[in-house]
């Protein structure tokens, strides 16, 4: 016999923990693998949080659970789901699981979409009410565009789910979001060689890899000893950690084997007759914890004194290194293609265009190479007169 299934609204009811404390808990029954509907429950919240369970039900977990067990059935004639419940959905279902780009999207859900956008209907989001709201967030554009692809994000999904027909967000302009607010900035071979005297080990090290490697500060930390294949020079570079969170690397263009100089591998060497000892083999174990260092405290209390004593300024960090090496590399003349390689880019264009820039010396070494080209030629029978260049040009 056919059972219609009906809109479910759930039930919720306050719990009392061995603890004491009152805890909503949310009921609805859900279909399982077998067809079958069973019933479950979910903790929603204290009644601190919820004092009451109007408040309750508008939490972000009863929205997103609505927004799918309902699905395959909508109920005729109701509103349509707030963007919060949208939002609600994606950060159960869909919240990428890399740390450091979850906490950046639940930062910016939590003080920026959620604060103007919860409440309101998701067919009722247009695209020049959010662009005029973006405009005036005292923010960078690079931050605005963020929240921008954030949400054009979240709205895909929501069309995914079938709730709305088309994303708004894609006529969603912010100006000036891909460009730079800074130079970054670049530091002279010789400039960077006057760090490393100045910084104690085990941060010394640490940095040598950095100008040598232009690894990330998240991919110094975490190396392991069998990383490296000695044998071959080269460690794979295989993991990250952010906020003493171990992850994957940043893209799957970031897992690669990177090459060693020997002068580099007896840094290296020198350096694990040293180091903390770790069941792990962490190079960078810090002896009270036994876990990598933070590489946030290392910038700040390290490499930046270390810049000012060196009489290069404020703000030399972790980014400046990275420049610096893809510069370098520019500098050597080394192709575009194994610079990619070696900065274990997923593009071209960002090697080209976000990281490094050309020497100063490089470029004034080209302009003469030009100059010369134009106001010294070579004496040929159409120089009308070698002794005025200039007169040749025009000529």
């Not at 003080?111 to 405009?135: C, H, Q, S």
């Not at 171990?246 to 690669?256: I, L």
């Not at 002896?287 to 946030?296: E, F, K, V």
């Not at 080209?352 to 004496?379: C, F, Q, W």
Request: proline fraction near 8%; hydrophobic fraction near 35%; aromatic fraction near 8%.
């Amino acid at each position: 016999m056919f059972t219609r299934t009906r809109y479910q609204n759930g039930s919720l009811e306050p719990k009392e923990r061995m603890n004491g404390e009152r805890m909503w808990e949310f009921r609805f029954y859900e279909t399982d693998s077998q067809g079958e509907r069973q019933r479950r429950a979910v903790t929603v919240g204290s009644l601190s949080e919820f004092p009451t369970e109007s408040a309750a039900r508008k939490s972000p977990v009863v929205q997103a659970l609505l927004l799918r067990i309902n699905a395959e059935r909508p109920q005729a004639g109701s509103a349509p789901p707030s963007f919060g419940a949208v939002i609600a959905r994606y950060e159960q279902e869909e919240m990428p699981e890399r740390y450091s780009t979850s906490s950046a999207y639940k930062s910016n859900i939590k003080n920026y979409i959620r604060p103007r956008w919860a409440d309101t209907p998701i067919n009722v989001v247009k695209p020049m009410p959010v662009e005029d709201w973006l405009k005036s967030l005292k923010l960078a554009p690079k931050t605005r565009g963020n929240i921008r692809s954030l949400m054009h994000t979240i709205f895909d999904c929501a069309e995914r789910w079938e709730l709305v027909d088309k994303n708004p967000i894609k006529l969603v302009r912010v100006k000036g979001a891909s460009k730079r607010q800074t130079t970054p900035r670049v530091l002279r071979p010789e400039q960077f060689c006057l760090l490393p005297p100045l910084i104690v080990e085990p941060y010394r090290t640490q940095v040598w890899i950095a100008g040598c490697l232009g690894l990330r500060p998240s991919e110094i930390m975490p190396l392991q000893w069998d990383d490296f294949d000695f044998e071959d020079m080269k460690p794979l570079i295989q993991r990250s950690i952010v906020h003493g969170r171990e992850d994957d690397v940043k893209t799957e263009y970031s897992r690669d084997y990177v090459p060693l100089d020997p002068a580099l591998v007896g840094i290296l060497l020198e350096h694990r007759e040293r180091c903390y000892p770790t069941p792990e083999g962490w190079l960078f174990a810090n002896p009270a914890t036994g876990r990598p260092y933070h590489q946030d405290t290392i910038q700040q209390n390290h490499i930046r004194e270390a810049g000012k004593k060196a009489g290069l300024g404020d703000g030399i960090g972790w980014k400046t290194f990275r420049h610096s090496y893809r510069s370098w590399m520019d500098d050597t003349g080394a192709p575009l293609t194994v610079q990619k390689e070696l900065m274990r880019h997923a593009s071209i264009q960002t090697t080209m265009n976000v990281y490094g820039k050309a020497m100063t010396d490089t470029k004034r070494h080209a302009h003469s190479k030009v100059v010369e080209m134009i106001l010294k030629p070579k004496k040929t029978e159409e120089t009308a007169d070698p002794q005025n260049p200039v007169a040749a040009i025009g000529s």
